[in-house]
């Protein structure tokens, strides 16, 4: 089964995706588009959101969704904004230097990437100095080098079991509730620090970098592999996992 929308994606650079049961949210450098599912038709609805209709900025960078559907975006310089569906309006939620602390210099113009636990609520806003996490008007920051590895943060991740996976100029970080953080970098536990993705398959975690992948298993034991320049990873209905690059995809055995 496939799926063919002609004029719902906005024009521009398309930055990230987050998916629910019935809902994906899109961010790009033109807004916010919303695709829901309808299961009697068998058909997507379409809205698209910009500064037009409420928004607080056009130019996205990053989207996760809570538990209750709504989908949070880091937006460039305007910082950081949940749609509420129930309400169909537009929230910022802000954040002052005192809760960014040594995460960032400026609570809007470093902010990178965002995930939400669905179960907790908590945030998870990673900026170039590391990741402030918690609630609205209850925040804490987890800065580079301290426990995080000491690169640029790029990206933040939630496992399955609630793991954090924070994504660095120099490979990754794990904080683990109960154990506290540990690295994954070169050359013991990654063949390269750049890395292209982090996917979660069946308590596995599946990593690709620049030269070449690995599988962290039970124990945190690390399986390296050959593979091309894959940015995620899914598994299949024949017991394979599926790499996916820009342009192509490869097949790997669990």
């Not at 209709?53 to 949070?72: H, L, R």
């Not at 209850?138 to 994504?167: F, H, M, Q, Y």
């Amino acid at each position: 089964c496939s799926v063919f929308l002609v004029n719902h994606l906005s024009d521009r650079d398309i930055r990230d995706m987050a998916s629910n049961e019935d809902s994906v949210w899109i961010a790009s450098a033109g807004g916010a588009t919303h695709w829901l599912w309808d299961a009697e038709t068998e058909e997507y609805t379409t809205s698209r959101y910009t500064t037009a209709n409420g928004m607080p900025g056009n130019d996205t960078k990053a989207v996760a969704i809570d538990g209750n559907g709504n989908p949070y975006f880091v937006i460039a310089g305007k910082g950081l904004a949940v749609y509420l569906r129930s309400t169909d309006e537009w929230r910022s939620i802000e954040l002052t230097l005192t809760d960014v602390a040594e995460c960032a210099q400026t609570p809007t113009t470093q902010m990178v990437d965002i995930a939400v636990n669905r179960e907790s609520g908590t945030l998870y806003v990673s900026f170039t100095g590391g990741v402030v996490y918690g609630t609205s008007g209850n925040w804490s920051c987890w800065p580079r080098n301290e426990g995080i590895p000491d690169g640029d943060v790029k990206k933040v991740d939630l496992a399955p079991n609630g793991d954090v996976w924070v994504t660095t100029d120099f490979g990754l970080g794990r904080y683990r509730q109960g154990s506290g953080w540990k690295r994954f970098t070169p050359p013991d536990r990654l063949p390269s620090p750049e890395v292209n993705g982090v996917s979660f398959i069946e308590g596995d975690v599946w990593i690709s970098t620049q030269d070449g992948a690995v599988v962290v298993g039970n124990g945190d034991r690390i399986h390296p592999f050959q593979a091309s320049r894959i940015l995620s990873f899914a598994a299949d209905d024949e017991g394979h996992v599926i790499g996916r690059g820009t342009h192509f995809e490869e097949r790997f055995a669990r």
